[in-house]
């Protein structure tokens, strides 16, 4: 399961998550308060508010293999998968032999 965002319940901050999963506060997004829901073990997630137009950082962010997944014009959910990372950085370094389902990511 890929990272995704979800409406916060407040009534149970525990909600169900699959397994491996956890879920994180992320702030307010189109004024309602959101989590995002992902694997910690694989998966890296960071947040730009109040600059997501930035593109200098937009770039700084692509080139350590993050990808921007959400936005609602104030802030920014970018995430990075840290096998298929690697697994780049590996090929542009010229080892393209990798296995990718040796990292786990068939």
Known sequence: MEPTL??????????????????????LWQGR???????PSRHDVAFVREAPADKRLAGQLRSCGYQRVAGDGASELWVRDRAVAATAA?????????????????
Do not use: F
Not at 90 to 106: K, W
């Open 33 to 39: 308060p959101m989590e995002v829901v992902y694997d």
């Open 90 to 106: 590996l090929e542009r370094a010229g080892r393209s032999s990798v296995s990718r389902a040796g990292l786990g990511i068939a």
């Open 6 to 27: 979800r409406p916060a319940d407040p009534e149970a901050p525990t909600a169900a998550c699959p397994a491996g999963h956890i879920a994180a506060p992320a702030g």
